[in-house]
């Protein structure tokens, strides 16, 4: 008999994966936490039922939630990520030749914990001589700190549970004093088909703050939609503005991405000018 996975996406539809082994299932303090192998995209991280990364095609997100910053930013020495604690993202920010400090703030280290044990090509990032791993709340972490980072990255759950203030304009506030004066924040903000809400409040929310914002996207199958998107806050410099051409082969991310992933569909323009 097959064995199944759903992720209900909405109420009213599921994300189903063929499971072949079910690799780890506990209740951490903060959420749910689950490891399957799947037939389709390998190995899958699932936090409170919902799809986080997956062999197959964690590249995408982890590329396209650093590299667009770390690529227009002139000189990004000094990065933090808040969540990502399967180490994705500071696998990508670590690689980068300028960077000379990537510090990861996560809530929950029993996703630390699983990515070391199931996920070692994202987990591999924890051990570089350039990052710093931090078992913190990213608010917390966030609070008091002036002038510090060059790029700040929120790779975050949904708005629920610690996560919920992680979409506040407040927090954007504290991001923009932790910034140096021509700092970048970038959050991811789901999916523009079923979560236009939360896409309003992040980029409303930074706009408040920011000089510049912007939004773009990127094709994330295992994601709600599969169209997924990011919204960037920038002090000074535009992100559309590709100025670090590193040569170095990604898989998804690329010069022509970098300009492409800022068009975007007329419905999704309207969900950021709407929410102005
Ligand atoms: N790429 C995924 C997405 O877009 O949904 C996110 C992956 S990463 C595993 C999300 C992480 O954010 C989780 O490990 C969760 O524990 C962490 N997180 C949630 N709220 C947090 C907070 N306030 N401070 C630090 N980490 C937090």
Redesign the pocket.
């Known amino acids: 008999m097959d064995f199944w996975v759903t992720e209900y996406q909405t109420p009213a539809l599921g994300f189903s994966c063929k499971t072949t082994e079910t690799l780890r299932v506990e209740q951490t303090p903060?959420?749910h936490l689950a490891v399957i192998e799947t037939e389709q995209f390998g190995r899958m991280l699932l936090?409170d039922g919902m799809v986080?990364?997956t062999d197959k095609d964690e590249y995408v997100?982890h590329e396209m939630i650093t590299n667009i910053a770390l690529n227009s930013h002139p000189n990004p020495k000094n990065v933090l990520i808040?969540?990502?604690?399967?180490g994705g993202a500071l696998r990508e920010v670590v690689r980068h030749p300028q960077v000379e400090k990537g510090t990861l703030?996560?809530?929950?280290e029993k996703?630390i914990d699983a990515s070391r044990q199931y996920f070692p090509q994202l987990s591999c990032s924890f051990e570089d001589p350039k990052a710093l791993v931090v078992v913190e709340?990213?608010?917390k972490y966030v609070k008091d700190r002036k002038n510090e980072f060059d790029i700040i990255m929120v790779?975050?759950?949904?708005p629920v549970g610690?996560?919920v203030?992680?979409f506040s304009t407040e927090f954007y506030q504290q991001c923009f004093e932790a910034l140096k004066d021509d700092g970048m924040l970038v959050v991811?903000s789901e999916s523009p088909f079923y979560n236009a809400n939360v896409i309003k409040q992040a980029f409303g929310g930074i706009k408040q703050v920011f000089p510049i914002t912007k939004l773009y996207l990127a094709n994330i199958p295992t994601y709600p939609s599969g169209l997924w998107s990011f919204t960037i806050g920038s002090k000074k410099h535009d992100p559309e503005n590709l100025i670090n051409k590193n040569d170095y082969d990604l898989k998804y991310y690329n010069e022509g991405i970098h300009q492409a992933a800022f068009k975007l569909p007329s419905f999704v323009r309207n969900i950021i000018e709407q929410g102005e």
């Open positions: 903060f959420q936090l986080m990364t997100y808040i969540g990502g604690g399967d703030v996560e809530i929950d996703v709340d990213g608010i790779d975050s759950t949904e610690p996560a203030a992680l991811q």
